[in-house]
């Protein structure tokens, strides 16, 4: 190699080294925050940098953290940027937080962070309350009047159940819940609609957030609306089931009469041929008596005249009959 090249080889090798040095030591970052008044030296902004940390971010965090008067350190942020967690979000909620007055510290600020709640929003929801709007909950009066009803839930974030607490969804069940409970334990349907308030204070003073993460302040009635009558319809339901039970029950009955008048007219044509069997007997008998001598022609015609008179006689006592002059004689 050329001696002559050398010099300019170092010169190279010096600009490429001092570059590679303002990359992995952030100067620039290391100034500005000795101007705002960070204490952070150049060896800590390294290490982040090797630990895969934007020392970025963690310095315009203590920037802002200082100027705020919150004592956080880079550890901290360090420490929740590897967890995971939105750094410049924890922030920005310390400092509304500090400035409306509401006790939050950075543990828990990170700990709603990495529950997955916006703990930024959390904090402006504590300062700005929000309604919520439920749908229409359906309620039955005891007189059987269906009442539809909605309510307007204005609540606030409760800071310390962020973490663990419940939902919208549960005040919303819970409100529902109540408003069923109050409406079903009137009297009458003009009760409620008379004094729809009744609704929110015995809603409101059951304490339905207990366990959330909100805070309710109040629960106002927006609307009102006569449904259904339900108990005039159940009524009518039982009443149709009833008759359809009683018509079964009428119709077992009738099938049950229907077959015993069928056994009776058998027996009745039973006993029918047993008389018929029997009479047929009589001409037998009284021929074997003749051929015995047990019965003579005077007997015989004897006992035809008992039987015309008993046949007329019978024909006088059928309504609309008359004997004829054959019977007469």
Same mark, same amino acid.
Request: overall charge negative; cysteine-free; proline content about 6%.
């Given at each position: 190699m050329d001696p002559s090249f050398t010099p300019i080889l170092i010169i190279v090798g010096a600009i490429v080294a001092?570059?590679?040095?303002?990359?992995? +030591?952030? &100067? !620039?970052?290391?100034?500005?925050?000795?101007?705002?008044?960070v204490r952070i030296n150049l060896l800590n902004l390294l290490l982040m940098r090797l630990r895969k940390v934007p020392p970025a971010l963690v310095t315009n965090a203590m920037i802002t953290s200082t100027k705020a008067g919150l004592n956080i350190t880079s550890n901290d942020i360090e420490t929740h940027f590897l967890a995971g967690g939105n750094v410049n979000n924890v922030i920005k909620a310390l400092i509304s937080a500090d400035k409306a007055n509401i006790p939050l510290d950075f543990k828990l600020a990170t700990a709603i962070d990495l529950a997955g709640r916006d703990v930024f929003d959390a904090v402006? +929801?504590? &300062? !700005?309350?929000r309604v919520i709007n439920t749908p229409p909950v359906a309620a039955v009066a005891k007189d059987g009047i269906q009442l539809i009803a909605s309510a307007r839930v204005t609540v606030r974030a409760n800071i310390n159940?962020?973490?663990?607490?419940?939902g919208e969804e549960t005040i919303l069940a819970r409100v529902g819940e109540g408003i069923v409970s109050t409406i079903g334990s009137s009297a009458n349907h003009k009760e409620v609609l008379e004094s729809p308030d009744r609704i929110s204070k015995t809603v409101l003073s059951k304490g339905l957030d207990s366990g959330t993460a909100f805070e309710i302040l109040s629960i106002d009635i927006a609307d009102v609306n006569i449904g259904e009558n339900v108990g005039a319809k159940l009524q009518e339901?039982?009443?149709?089931?009833?008759?359809?039970v009683a018509n079964a029950r009428a119709e077992e009955r009738r099938a049950m009469a229907v077959a015993q008048e069928q056994e009776m007219r058998a027996k009745a044509q039973e006993a029918r041929a047993k008389v018929i069997e029997a009479e047929a007997q009589v001409p037998l008998a009284m021929a074997e008596a003749f051929r015995n001598g047990n019965l003579g022609v005077m007997d015989y015609y004897r006992m035809q005249n008992i039987q015309a008179d008993t046949d007329m006689r019978g024909s006088i006592a059928k309504p609309?009959?008359?004997?004829?002059?054959?019977d007469k004689n």
């Open positions: 001092f570059f590679i040095l303002l990359y992995l +030591l952030p &100067v !620039n970052l290391w100034f500005t925050a000795q101007l705002s008044g402006q +929801l504590s &300062v !700005n309350p159940q962020l973490v663990g607490g419940a339901d039982q009443a149709e089931a009833d008759l359809k609309g009959s008359s004997p004829s002059k054959g």
